[in-house]
């Protein structure tokens, strides 16, 4: 054949191929996924409710000075606990001591005054036993000197006393045991009596917790201790769980020691209150302060059995919770179902629409649809709390293989044990093969004799890609 000729035929078939539609698809995998399954497990629960609330001090005092003076001695430390009675500020007690003395020596002066009118009084009734002696004008003259200097005598000794309470006052102690804040005045500075706020000491041991539950929980705790499901602790005392930042669970146990007279008709809630100790260890510091955000939970009924399963298993549909269930052909059914609360290991209470020897999708439910045949692999059902304590994370952050330059396959993106995730940007692009070009016999360097050259017709379309 001639080489020009043959030349042309390989042009004519690169170019018809694509079109030719000899490219074969691959089948679809038809084997049923695999999805593990676990029947929900049953124990004995406790129904309650969480809510957010603050601490609060039991006691909170502002510290204002009942006299007015310069402050001349804070002995206390910032920040530091204090006792009942201890000492907090001094306000200079020159001026109220020098009244105070001044009181001492009018009390003094009107008790001379009184016993020279009794003694008067007394010879004027001496006399008076002598007819004619003196007159009854003096003698009424005596008598009122007498009860004149008894009543100046107890006004000055009133005065006394308040001059020894404003002496008193010029030393400004805690009222309560508690833990003191800061210097809001320091030394050299005026206060005012009943204005100035020199500090604020708050109690520690016990401390309140508040928060607001909402109408419908109210009734149902209510109507809980009156059906006898929800015990009380004393008179009117309901037991109430608290946890705080960084806490696993409600480790604070404490009691509901008050409950407002009233709903707040603007946000349908109504406030309640917790009582907490708090005791400081021994080598350490108190835990709670006023002010933190807890958590807090409230039960509302006796322990009872249920059934769970990890949270995980629950789908959301529109806002309608379900469960994929495979029955005993090893088909997925959508079940849905009613959730209560949320346990401390991860488990999930189902309150409705959940059998116990039901067997639910726990692992693989991406690859499950309902009516669809599965192969299922039966495991017991997973506890979160308990999966997290075996397999801690070692690292949040994506760990990255050496890539070798030389083989391009190091250059693709890979996974770790958290799942995969796009190929790091310094990682090098992978190195492309250059399309392979057809091979063209060898030809005669002599040119071939001038002839006719058949025309190339165009590739003909094909509907097929």
Known sequence: ??????????????????????????????????????????????????????????????????????????????????????????????????????????????????????????????????????????????????????????????????????????????????????????????????????????????????????????????????????????????????????????????VVNFVNNRVDPFTGTITLRGLFANPKPETGVRLLSPGLFARVRVPVGQPHAALLVTDRAVGTDQGLKYLYVVDKDNKVRYQRVTLGALQDDGLRVITDGLKADDWVIVTGLQMARPGMTVSPDRQPMPIPAQEAAVHPLESTQPTTPAVNPDKPGDAQSHTNSGGQHPPNKSTPAPVVAPTPQPVLPETDPTPAPPGPVAPVSPPAKSDKP
Do not use: W
């Not at 004519?12 to 049923?32: F, M, N, Q, R, Y």
């Not at 002066?109 to 004619?132: F, Q, S, V």
């Not at 500075?189 to 909402?214: G, K």
């Open 1 to 254: 054949m001639n080489p020009r000729t043959m030349l042309l035929l390989i042009c004519g078939l690169i170019v018809v191929a694509p079109g030719c539609g000899g490219i074969t698809l691959p089948s679809a995998d038809t084997t049923p996924p695999v999805v593990t399954i676990s029947q929900p497990l049953t124990r004995n629960v406790t129904d309650y409710i969480d809510y957010t609330g603050r601490t609060d001090a039991v006691n909170s005092v502002d510290i204002r000075p009942r006299v007015t003076g310069y402050l001349v001695k804070m002995p206390f430390t910032e920040g530091s606990e204090v006792k009942k009675n201890d000492l907090l500020f001094e306000i200079d007690p020159r001026p109220y001591q020098a009244l105070l003395d001044q009181a001492e020596g009018q009390v003094a002066l009107n008790n001379a005054r009184l016993k020279l009118a009794k003694a008067d009084n007394a010879r004027a009734k001496e006399i008076n036993k002598t007819p004619g002696a003196i007159s009854t004008q003096d003698l009424d003259t005596y008598q009122a000197k007498e009860e004149e200097a008894m009543a100046e005598l107890a006004a000055s000794t009133a005065n006394l006393e308040t001059y020894k309470l404003n002496r008193e006052f010029c030393e400004v102690t805690s009222p309560i045991d508690g833990e003191v804040s800061r210097y809001f005045f320091t030394l050299g500075n005026l206060a005012n009596q009943d204005t100035t706020l020199l500090t604020t000491v708050v109690s520690l041991d016990p401390i309140y917790a508040y928060f607001d539950v909402d109408e419908r929980t109210l009734l149902e705790i209510r109507n809980a201790i009156n059906t006898g499901k929800l015990e009380l602790l004393g008179p009117g005392e309901i037991p109430v769980m608290m946890g705080l930042q960084g806490e696993d669970g409600y480790p604070h146990k404490g």
